[in-house]
């Protein structure tokens, strides 16, 4: 059996998503430093670039996805192991080689079996279709 790799649109939907989920954790910081008195300026910039920095690096190195992926049933895996999960080092590079070319990142998408965008290239990694371990029921 062959394996299927993620669409465009597909990844295009989880971007928007995690897009969203990134504004409600930052209004969410803001509703929170409305709490109290005064909060420093460093602290308030602080959590905001952390928030935006961290937020896909964390949760695809801890869990394979983002919300976005989540929602749109996708896993980012390693290409050698697709049963791993990247390293946080290596999901910092990829999300940051991914923010700085933008949507120019996506060109290669279609152009290789793997689906691979070039974030995906300097990586080493792909991104699958969610497929829940399927465990024997004991009935």
Do not use: C
Not at 25 to 33: D, K, N
Not at 117 to 134: E, G, M, R, W
């Amino acid at each position: 059996m062959q394996t299927k790799y993620a669409p465009i649109s597909t990844r295009i939907k989880a971007v928007i998503i995690d897009s969203i989920a990134i504004i409600v954790l930052m209004y969410a910081a803001v509703e929170v430093f409305n709490l109290f008195e005064s909060i420093p300026n460093y602290i308030r910039i602080s959590v905001f670039v952390s928030l935006f920095i961290l937020y896909e690096p964390l949760l695809v190195s801890i869990f394979g996805a983002t919300l976005g992926h989540f929602f749109n049933d996708i896993v980012v895996k390693q290409e050698a192991n697709e049963n791993r999960n990247i390293n946080f080092l290596i999901a910092i590079i990829r999300f940051m080689t991914k923010s700085l070319l933008g949507w120019v990142s996506l060109l290669t998408v279609n152009s290789n079996s793997k689906k691979k965008a070039i974030h995906d290239y300097v990586a080493q990694s792909v991104v699958l279709p969610y497929k829940p371990n399927k465990k024997a029921s004991t009935s």
